[in-house]
Nanobody
Framework: DVDLVQSGGGLVQTGGSLRLSCATP????????IGWFRQAPGKEREGLLC?????????YYSESARGRFTLSSDNANTETYLQMNDLRAEDTGVYYCVIGAKTYCEHGSYYKLTNFGSWGQGTQVTVSS
């Protein structure tokens, strides 16, 4: 397993932005899949998006994330970021990064990322009106 250390998050007003970070100390993920998930209060965990070297661009699992959330990484491929803009109350929840084999980032399914990837500890995001 890979150790993932998350940071960022916190309290933000509706319409604001946040950037979440996910670091992988001692590990480079240039040939792996990276995904971000969210668990809203009282709801099941849902996939938001993923990216790997085997995909063309970012795969979005959540239509609400498309156009507002962007995944990026540092040049060393040791830290990945989730930039979230135009945040809404329904974006409130615990956010998780996941890393797995590059084939785990698939169109229409995040089953493999969910069940076989390595997970960060999660970070709370609260959006208030």
């Amino acid at each position: 397993d890979v150790d993932l250390v998350q940071s960022g998050g916190g309290l933000v007003q509706t319409g604001g932005s946040l950037r979440l970070s996910c670091a992988t100390p001692g590990f480079t993920f240039d040939n792996y899949a990276i995904g971000w998930f969210r668990q809203a209060p009282g709801k099941e965990r849902e996939g938001l998006l993923c990216h790997s070297t085997s995909t063309t661009g970012t795969i979005y699992y959540s239509e609400s994330a498309r156009g507002r959330f962007t995944l990026s990484s540092d040049n060393a491929n040791t830290e990945t970021y989730l930039q979230m803009n135009d945040l809404r109350a329904e974006d409130t929840g615990v956010y998780y990064c996941v890393i797995g084999a590059k084939t785990y980032c698939e169109h229409g399914s995040y089953y493999k990322l969910t069940n076989f990837g390595s997970w960060g500890q999660g970070t709370q995001v609260t959006v208030s009106s």
